[in-house]
């Protein structure tokens, strides 16, 4: 089944009618690295494909942002220490927590913030931080999930406030990028960021 990321879904809602180029180059995308992800899965772990995917995704991010810049002279407004988008439920791929739990030996604090958060519903999500955010940074930055990688806000930080779990913010759109994580989250079983990491810990 192909998950599209909610942004590319976005994008997908804006083809109408008859398939456009812009709709065709989306779904070829997804196919292109659903297709290297089922190779690479072949003779690698799945810590080892998350981490490469996620290497691409910096990438193709890079990449978009140098050929495509933002628009209307916007530019990237995401900063170190800001922190909206790690107070809202995150989508991880289950070889996203593996990775995770291979590069970090979480204390007692992580875990029972871990255990705890995957209790919540999507409704009661609110304004609850990710298990991995210490003082307003990423404790986990070099291994965050695809998700995490592709959140560019180009509106002003003062927008970024989260209201019921969800932030009002124009982001910066790298198909590209945002393809990549399509296909891993199409490829393995996904689920929000505190569920899939306390299924994976009680495995
Ligand atoms: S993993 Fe890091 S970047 Fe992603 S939501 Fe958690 S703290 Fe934020």
Redesign the pocket.
Known sequence: MMLLTDNLDLAMKHVKGPMTAQGKQILDLVDHYNSHIYMMRQDESGAIVAHSMHKQIDKLLKESIKNRPPENGKTISCKSGC?A??H?Q?RIADVEAELLLEAYDFDADVLNRISQLSKIKDGEWGVR?????KSN?????EH??A??RTQFVTSHKSKCDVKNGVTIVDRYLSIEAEGCTSALWSSYETGP?AQVMQKKIME
């Open positions: 922190s988008c790690c809202i995150v931080a990710c298990p991995f955010l940074k990423c404790s986990v930055y965050r999930p998700a995490c960021l």
